[in-house]
């Protein structure tokens, strides 16, 4: 199976594949979300639990309020945003589930369809196997074209050693 081919079906988003690396980078950004959720309320935590230990003046309080509250806004937005993004992306995964399944009723309506992708895959099978054999007539090539520069260099080696120029001053 080809490494980047995760799919035959075509998603109703226009895209034909769904790749690997799709797939492990939505995995990388639910992670990603995960941890910036987790940070959000370790913050959230903190600005709750720390207390002034030495009385400060008005304006420090103010200020301190005011980036508590600003910090408090932030992880909110954050939050909400880390909220959609997941929501999008579990969207997107079912979409792309009911897509990749085949329905008895999609098979029936298109049998024409169904031809011509099990001929597209013959095809892709036969090129597959034609490029794994041209592969395979490129590395023996590329073996004994070592073997032949290396006997090259021998003879060369051999007639510089009985063969010395004659050079003027």
């Known amino acids: 199976m080809n490494d980047t081919l995760f ?17 492990e980078s939505s995995n990388r950004l639910d992670e990603e979300h995960r941890l910036i959720a987790r940070y959000a309320a370790r913050l959230a935590a903190e600005s709750t ?30 939050e909400n945003k880390n909220r959609e993004i997941l929501q999008e992306i579990q969207r ?15 098979a029936q309506q298109n049998p024409t369809l169904l031809a011509e ?6 095809r892709k099978d036969e090129l597959e196997q034609r490029m794994s054999a ?15 520069m290396k006997l090259l260099k021998e003879e060369e080696l051999k007639q510089g050693v009985s063969y010395v120029p004659y050079c003027r001053s």
Not at 53 to 58: D, E, I, K, N
Not at 92 to 106: C, D, G, N, V
Not at 117 to 122: E, G, T
């Open 7 to 23: 799919s035959h079906s075509v998603p109703s988003s226009g895209s034909p594949f769904i790749t690997r690396s799709m797939l």
């Open 49 to 78: 639990s720390s207390q002034p230990t030495q009385p400060r003046s008005a304006p420090d309080i103010s200020f301190t309020i005011d980036a508590n509250k600003q910090q408090r806004q932030l992880i909110a937005e954050l």
């Open 92 to 106: 997107l995964r079912l979409e792309h589930e009911q897509a990749s399944q085949p329905t008895p009723e999609k």
């Open 117 to 122: 992708l099990r001929l597209l895959r013959q």
């Open 134 to 148: 041209l592969q395979e007539s490129r590395r023996e090539l590329m073996v004994q074209l070592e073997g032949l």
